[in-house]
């Protein structure tokens, strides 16, 4: 059977563990059929076979984002980038251009602020209100757990006092029961959001469009999306109707405390749901929030006496809620930084009866965690989806950054064991979280091997001994992140009866140095046999 589609490179990386060199793939019917030399793929050419020559470049299989928000970056992403800000006066001023740019009376939105930037200072409204010309705003602080809300904001949202939350702080007061604008975890955010305009639907579907191509271009043939926002089915289904949607997307709905068998059971009847590129095949959790804002679960306090407790009120109910969906063959996804958070949802899938089927389970972040929390991953078969530049761009060596200030020394050392957990035998997937931290893989995968930020090289490394290899880092992106998501007998791996979904590489990912890696180019992208795009072909 002759090939529909025959893709060339100069270094071909199967990554299924196989010796002999390769040099071209044949594909029919989005299905990967041979393997082997540019001499042999002359006789799998007939005349209607497209070739791509990728000449020099490598192939590797897809790159998958094991952990992204695109739908969310929606209303994340909106108004000035705050990322680069390393101060407070640089942040007043480019919360003033941003508001003068605005009309009066109009929302102010900013987004990726660093909590480092206000050191021992607590966040407060006064430190913006002055500066935005009596204009609401809302600052969206990096890790998506918490903002800083204006008094206009405030006002707007009519919150004048502490609100009770089921989950979390929430609106943070002063002594005096007055707002100081700090909002944490998602009831004291949506106190605010819920009054902010909404942005139409054909605008939210052409940025989503952007966004997607934007993935795709760095590289991307999937990603596993952890939410299912408001209209997120409405926007896919949309999308891919158009031939809009260019790359794969696992999505997985949240399953928040308080939710009701019949909630469980809504959630479940979402599995059905699929389109060509995307399919809802998991559950989100939280077991906890953030280090960086006090909701994280530790096994004793912080320094500021927070992240002493669950998300889930009675994580007994977590544990339910995951045996539910494990007893009917749903993989789980559970958001867990703390120690004590990351033991709570290992103990909660050991404990899942052992008639359930058998799929694999996973933890998300995994910040801070012992040497014995290590050694159960393997042991439990719970797969570890860890994001390598929460610890370039968050975490400085010196521990003097807001995240390990937080901690202390001792567990600021147990930052991201990436390392260790591939050492004893977990699987790894790797991925970004964005838009919580940039999202091109390149630099990803460079930081990984570097365990500092790759384009500044002067920066210490933040915990060395955690250093992934080429290998490694790359696997976290394929071949784990297929086994984590349950699909490593149809993805994964440049193998005959898998999927054609490729990536091109300009310069090869196990033999480049970091920082040049993460300076290259992807020249294009394969997906179910379809080219995606070429860059200078």
């Not at 599995?271 to 804002?293: E, H, P, Y």
């Not at 927070?306 to 958001?335: C, M, Q």
């Not at 999202?439 to 990803?444: A, C, D, G, R, T």
Request: aromatic share 6%; hydrophobic share 45%.
């Amino acid at each position: 059977m002759k090939a529909d589609l025959i893709v060339l490179a100069r270094t071909v990386h199967t990554l299924d563990g196989g010796m002999r060199p390769v040099e071209a793939v044949a594909v029919r019917d989005g299905i990967i059929t041979a393997v082997g030399s540019q001499e042999e793929a002359g006789g799998w050419r007939s005349t209607d076979t497209e070739v791509v020559d990728f000449g020099a470049g490598t192939l590797t299989p897809g790159l998958v984002d094991g952990h992204l928000h695109p739908v969310m970056a929606l209303d994340t992403v909106r108004g000035c980038d705050l990322s680069s800000v390393q101060t407070i006066e640089q942040l007043r001023e480019a919360l003033h251009r941003e508001a003068a740019a605005q009309g009066p009376g109009e929302w102010v939105f900013a987004w990726g602020l660093d909590p480092t930037v206000f050191g021992s200072v607590p966040l407060h409204r006064k430190m913006i209100d002055d500066v935005l010309g009596g204009r609401p705003c809302l600052v969206r602080i990096f890790d998506a757990h918490s903002a800083l809300a204006s008094s206009r904001a405030l006002t707007a949202a009519g919150i004048d006092g502490p609100r009770r939350a089921d989950t979390a702080p929430g609106i943070v007061c002063d002594d005096a029961g007055n707002p100081t604008g700090l909002l944490l975890e998602w009831d004291a955010i949506r106190a605010v959001t819920s009054v902010i305009p909404e942005v139409d639907f054909e605008t939210r579907r052409t940025r989503l469009k952007e966004f997607l191509w934007a993935l795709s271009r760095a590289g991307l043939t999937a990603g596993h999306v952890m939410d299912l926002n408001k209209d997120s089915l409405e926007l896919l289904a949309e999308l891919e109707r158009d031939d809009e949607l260019p790359l794969r997307l696992y999505c997985a709905p949240w399953c928040m405390p308080g939710s009701a068998e019949a909630d469980l059971g809504a959630i479940a009847d979402l599995m059905q749901l699929s389109g060509r590129r995307w399919s809802v095949n998991a559950v989100k959790f939280f077991i906890d929030g953030t280090i960086d804002n006090g909701t994280a679960w530790l096994s004793y306090p912080d320094v500021n006496g927070e992240s002493a407790a669950p998300f889930w009120p009675a994580p007994a109910d977590y544990t339910k809620a995951v045996h539910y969906f494990a007893s009917r063959g749903i993989r789980t996804a559970t958001h867990a930084i703390g120690d004590a958070g990351i033991t709570h949802a290992l103990d909660t899938i050991a404990s899942i009866p052992p008639w359930a089927p058998a799929v694999i389970h996973r933890i998300e972040h995994i910040e801070t965690a012992s040497d014995e929390v290590i050694r159960r991953f393997a042991a439990a078969g719970v797969a570890a989806s860890m994001q390598p530049t929460h610890c370039t761009h968050y975490t400085r060596a010196d521990h003097s950054d807001n995240w390990s200030t937080r901690l202390g020394d001792g567990r600021a050392d147990q930052a991201w064991r990436c390392l260790d957990l591939r050492e004893v035998g977990a699987t790894l997937v790797l991925g970004s979280d964005w838009p919580i931290a940039p999202f091109e893989p390149l630099p990803i995968l460079a930081d990984a091997q570097l365990r500092r930020r790759h384009d500044r090289p002067l920066d210490a490394a933040v915990g060395p001994a955690q250093a992934l290899t080429p290998l490694q880092a790359l696997e976290g992106y394929t071949t784990h992140a297929a086994r984590a998501a349950g699909l490593a007998e149809v993805a994964g791996s440049i193998t005959v009866g898998k999927r054609a979904d490729f990536t091109a590489f300009e310069c090869d990912p196990l033999a480049t140095p970091p920082e040049a890696l993460a300076a290259s180019r992807i020249l294009g992208t394969v997906v179910g046999g379809v080219v995606q795009f070429t860059d200078g072909l």
